[in-house]
């Protein structure tokens, strides 16, 4: 069974520029997450899909980001006009159900440099 | 709300030695407790989850955490560490929401 796929593995883009990472759960998870880690700081929620509708999005930072999940499959997350502290790992996690029952499957991230 | 303090950013044994990896949670509700292990290049990975039952946990690769709710800890033990228990591992507390709130993780340095 394939797991969690991010893809880029890497982007490097400049101040201002657009860029859309994109996930792809294991197949048959309803649940996919995103987080992001910062340099040195935490690993940090950005939001929750069930399906395609969004369960919960408190912690995305601000209108520049974007997340969707078209037809309750693959997600992307577009960062548009990127910025410096936008920099990090973005990973995506899927799980079959509720967090305390069943495992978040994390993917190997997307480090993104923005310079 | 939640939080998870994860002491020490760095940890060095030798092999063969104990590996004690801190972590202290607070939360407003009964909390489930997981440890994730981030090898290079690699996705996090869970080692071990306490949800409700026996607050001694036992994971994959011989690690073990227990649950201390007096002490609002879940500290992460193995009694005998091996050169390829070199990771960084990640603390994580979850309660009524489904996200995963993360401590700052603890890099593992084993050296022969």
């Known amino acids: 069974e394939a797991g969690v796929t991010q893809f880029p593995s890497h982007s490097v883009i400049e101040k201002g520029q657009t860029v859309t990472l994109r996930c792809d759960p294991i197949s048959g998870h309803d649940n996919l997450y995103w987080y992001r880690r910062v340099m040195g700081k935490e690993i940090k929620f950005l939001l929750h899909?069930?399906?395609?509708?969004?369960?919960?999005e408190s912690g995305m930072p601000n209108n520049r980001f974007l997340a969707e999940r078209t037809g309750g499959t693959y997600s992307t997350l577009k960062v548009q006009p990127a910025e410096l502290e936008d920099s990090g790992v973005y990973f995506c996690?899927?799980?079959?159900?509720?967090?305390?029952?069943?495992?978040?499957?994390f993917g190997p991230g997307t480090r993104l440099t923005v310079t | 709300a939640q939080s998870v303090t994860q002491l020490g950013s760095h940890v060095s044994v030798s092999e063969g030695a104990l590996v004690l990896l801190r972590c202290n949670y607070s939360s407003s509700v009964p909390p489930y407790l997981f440890w994730y292990v981030q090898y290079p290049n690699q996705g996090l990975q869970l080692l071990l989850k306490?949800?409700?039952?026996?607050?001694l946990v036992k994971g994959i690769n011989g690690f073990e955490a227990e649950f201390k709710k007096s002490e609002t800890s879940f500290h992460l033990t193995k009694p005998s560490a091996h050169m390829s228990d070199a990771a960084e591992y990640f603390c994580a507390v979850s309660g009524w929401t489904d996200k995963l709130i993360f401590g700052t993780g603890t890099r593992l340095q084993v050296f022969p």
């Open positions: 899909f069930v399906k395609e509708s969004k369960q919960d």
């Open positions: 996690a899927s799980s079959q159900g509720r967090t305390g029952a069943y495992e978040q499957y």
């Open positions: 306490y949800t409700t039952g026996a607050t």
